[in-house]
């Protein structure tokens, strides 16, 4: 069974800093690509970053320059490092795997940014 749990969000100033966490079980993690989304009320989900199982990583353009995804293949987890938040990056933030063929969600981690 295929597990993903997120962690890391909370409230937050504008021009603060989060790392969300996702653990993923159930999946061979080191051969899979990740990522995360998010979505903001009334809006659809977006993508905000990706990793590759070789470790190449590709973002949105809203959070180039101030986002990183990375990786910890022996943690099965991968992070999402936010810089310089804007309040328009608040949002629930998913994680997602993609596996067998199959696309598989976390339940979401709320980040806030208050001006």
């Known amino acids: 069974q295929v597990q993903l749990v997120e962690s890391g969000g909370g409230l937050v100033q504008a021009g603060g800093s989060l790392r969300l966490s996702c653990v993923a079980s159930g999946i061979i993690f080191s051969r899979n690509a990740m990522g995360w989304y998010r979505q903001a009320p009334g809006n659809q989900r977006e993508l905000v970053a990706v990793?590759?199982?070789?470790?190449?990583?590709n973002y949105g353009d809203s959070v180039k320059g101030r986002f990183t995804i990375s990786r910890d293949n022996a943690k099965n987890t991968v992070y999402l490092q936010m810089n310089s938040l804007k309040p328009e990056d608040t949002a629930v933030y998913y994680c997602k795997a993609w596996y067998g063929g199959r696309e598989y969600w976390g339940q979401g981690t709320q980040v806030t940014v208050s001006s």
């Open positions: 990793i590759f199982s070789g470790g190449a990583s």
